[in-house]
Nanobody, 126 residues
Framework: QVQLVESGGGLVQAGGSLRLSCAAS????????MGWFRQAPGKEREFVAS????????DYTDAAKGRFTISRDNAKNTVFLQMNNLKPDDTAVYYC???????????????????WGQGTQVTVSS
């Protein structure tokens, strides 16, 4: 069992920045591929970014490329999502997720992830 706790959400004006953190409970954090997803009101959960166990392979949704940066610190069991130049369309609850994904280094499919945090609200005002 892996417990994930997100933090760092909040209210920011368009063009601003936020840094989300997700702390994992297990010492085997480095065995997990990590992902960030988001869900806006009335919409389905969507992929934002994924990072491999070592951090060497990263993938982003097109909307995040050039603005968001995913990273991880395996020594601190934490994954981060740095979000710059935020837009009102980025408003959503952001979730981090952990998955073993045997034989793979990343995934944009939420069904591949085994554990989820409770989410943190990000609101971007225009």
């Amino acid at each position: 069992q892996v417990q994930l706790v997100e933090s760092g959400g909040g209210l920011v004006q368009a063009g601003g920045s936020l840094r989300l953190s997700c702390a994992a409970s297990r010492r085997t954090f480095s065995a997990y591929v990590m992902g960030w997803f988001r869900q806006a009101p009335g919409k389905e959960r969507e992929f934002v970014a994924s990072i491999s166990r070592s951090g060497s392979t990263i993938d982003y949704t097109d909307a995040a490329k050039g603005r968001f940066t995913i990273s991880r610190d395996n020594a601190k069991n934490t994954v981060f999502l740095q979000m710059n130049n935020l837009k009102p369309d980025d408003t959503a609850v952001y979730y981090c997720a952990a998955g073993l994904l045997p034989g793979r280094t990343w995934s944009s499919d939420y069904s591949d992830y085994d554990y989820w945090g409770q989410g943190t609200q990000v609101t971007v005002s225009s």
